[in-house]
């Protein structure tokens, strides 16, 4: 039976916490991304999933969503226009390996999902139960982003960064909207959530969105995160990846703009 909330690392076997999932139980029960596609991630505890929200259409966030779906018959909800996307995945394929090289192999390719979506634009509440669950907009990262804020939990999917051994990463991959990643950070901020699920990291005391902000525009991003092994060789592939990022989006703004 599910009661709670659950942070599931939902990552691959050389590195399950490169990802996590989030589900929060209800009368209805949700589930926040989908891991990628060569997921560990253990949901046997779920009787069962009413809707799976995807915060954005990258590999790592919709890898394992067609295996959910056909076991829970989930709907799926998404930005408005982008389910197409995920009724045939070759896009999310290609560019995985454009932008991840050999990190998109070990995450595996995304399978197409046949599922009911549910498509949106911000600003739509879903009542659970006795949680209500509110959708943003939340462009930046991608332009599609959105996350969810439910019982004063926001789950900011890659909006808001990520963190790892107490330490804020950017989440930052090419191409990026600086301005508006800041401005979608800034919003959730101002939500004052009690705790953030950051996809990368789980979940976290709300300080963070703060260092993270300070750390975009500082330009003080290049961090050392030691969790040793291949999870850190992973890691340490996936923040150049976000470096590279950064430095292609300050080449457009000005000191102070942002």
Known sequence: MCSGIHAIPSGPGE??????????CDKMNVMIDAGVANSVMDVGFLDKLDYV???????DHVGALSEIVQRYKSKVIVYE????????????????????????????????????????????EINLGEKIMKIYHTPGHARH???????QILYAGDSAGG????????????????????????FQMSLAPKAVGLAHGGLVHPSHM????????????????DIGGGAEEILNKHLEVNYR????????????EI
């Open 15 to 24: 590195f399950p916490e490169a990802v996590y999932s989030f589900v929060i």
């Open 210 to 225: 703060q260092e993270h902000l300070e750390q975009i525009i500082s330009r003080k991003y290049r961090v050392t995160v």
């Open 81 to 124: 226009g982008y389910s197409k996307h995920l009724r045939d995945p070759s896009k999310i394929n290609k560019d995985a390996k454009l932008v991840l090289g050999e990190v998109a192999e070990i995450y595996g390719e995304v399978p197409p999902v046949d599922a009911t979506f549910i498509e949106v634009k911000g600003g739509e």
């Open 145 to 151: 982003h959105i996350s969810v804020f439910a019982d």
């Open 163 to 186: 963190r790892y051994n107490g330490i804020p990463i950017p989440t930052t991959p090419p191409p990026l909207d600086l301005k508006k990643y800041v401005e979608s950070l800034r």
């Open 245 to 256: 990022g950064l430095e292609e989006a300050y080449s457009s703004v000005k000191n102070g």
């Open 53 to 59: 929200v995807i915060t954005h259409l990258h590999v």
